[in-house]
RNA sequence: GGAGCCGGCCAGGCAAUCGCCGCCGCGAAAGCGGGGGAGGAAAGUCCGGGCUUCAUAGGGCAAGGUGCCAGGUAACGCCUGGGCGGCGAGAGCCGACGGAAAGUGCCACAGAGAACAGACCGCCGAUGGCCCGCAAGGGAUCAGGCAAGGGUGAAACGGUGCGGUAAGAGCGCACCGCGGGGCCGGCAACGGCAACGGCACGGUAAACCCCACCGGAAGCAAGGCCAAAUAGGGAUGGACGUAGCCGUAAGGCUACAACGCGCGGCCCGCGCGCCAUCCGGGUAGGCUGCUAAAGCGCCGCGGUGACGCGUCGCGUAGAGGAAUGGUUGCCUCGGCCCGCAAGGGCUCAGGACAGAACCCGGCUUAUAGGCCGGCUCCCACU
């Protein structure tokens, strides 16, 4: 289960997308923004990606750029808490490099897991 | 060798490893194994179809579209062949290319005049006047004639030349153009031929319009099926005064003879109140539509060709908050550096345009680098 990234690690229903929204906490960081929410019912962590067209006009670039965030999350997924987290792309992020984008993304989880930290261990 | 034209094709390669999405097999499951997983444009959504639902007796009109002819096709605004016009030295390329003799409108500015036209400059002044002269004749230009030349314009009521004339004019002639008819070739668009007619008929239809043909609407979030919980609807049956409390439940106890709601202004009255089963609608959710297709390839036959027919082989992504990727190594191409060169080195965020969303046929647009075939022109050599 080292690195792995099957569908029960997604969010996937709109119902959960809408949970983020309202309630989770936002996390800024520069062209990205984090939603994290402890899930509820799942005790593994969960990824849902929200690219809007309007930050990312072309599909190869939305492709590429959830492809990014993925692949992060997948290789670091292990250490994380049980928590829902939205990532949501923001206008101008096709000027990062995958190493920035990269960095980015490694502060945002590391914020997000310390965030749902207390609540899961309690 | 250089310059160019046309058609077709590829879309960095191999390996290791970590992942993702379907399918098949094994497994109770976790998972494991096997095999498959973006494009030539998947894009723009501009046309044409299939499919689906709704509408529709039949037919007509309108909106909208198409527009040389013939063929291909499921169909097309596509393709092929041919015709005509234009461009190019050529290979070739480009063209909304039906009708102006059905009608209506418009043709600005400039210009004298713009559609059954017109005389500014100009030319002439033969003829009739005028002046000079004896006369022959000469002169100016009043009447008048002309439209060749100048000038305007996108366009000036055929063009060029010769004759002709006072000057001119299709006035006459030759050639070219034009016209209607004839003959010949062609399925046709159209072309050719000789004679005839002195020329009549300006342009504009991406202006209205006329003619011919097409022509119902919306789209896979189409549409079909299954269907939890909660609330509500209907039917049937049962229990039964109602409310509270106790009990897992069957039921028991207490209180009131009364209550609440609906019908109604009020009373009487009537109905409902609890439980079970069934039915239909329908939400979340799930399944389906969903990929075998007007499919692709080889060969043969028919056809100038688009394409058609036949044999054989292949069977090719199906997600659904949306997979098709990350990392590393080697090679390749590019870039940069060194070198006269052969070659060597650097190891770079360098590798075009771009990501399927029901499926096909087209069109249009984007596209690094490269390969193959055919053809044209120029130069050199033999």
Redesign the pocket.
Same mark, same amino acid.
């Given at each position: 289960?080292? &690195? #792995? %990234? !099957? $569908?029960r690690a997604? +969010? *996937? =229903? !709109?119902?959960e %997308?809408?949970a983020a929204f309202e309630r989770g906490s936002r996390l800024n960081e520069k062209w990205l923004t984090a939603l994290v929410v402890s899930s509820g019912d799942s005790s593994e962590s969960r990824l849902? +990606? &929200?690219v809007p067209k309007k930050a990312v006009p #072309? &599909? /190869?670039?939305r492709? #590429?750029i =959830? $492809? *990014?965030i #993925?692949?992060s999350f997948?290789?670091r997924r292990a250490a994380f808490p049980a928590m829902d987290v /939205?990532i949501l792309a923001r206008g101008g992020c096709l000027q990062a490099?995958?190493?920035q984008l990269s960095d980015i993304l490694d502060r945002l989880w590391t914020r997000a897991a310390a965030k749902c930290a207390p609540s899961a261990s309690s």
């Open positions: 289960m080292t &690195a #792995r %990234f !099957p $569908r997604r +969010l *996937q =229903k !709109p119902g %997308f809408k849902g +990606l &929200a #072309r &599909a /190869v670039d492709n #590429r =959830k $492809r *990014q #993925r692949e997948r290789t /939205v490099t995958p190493e």
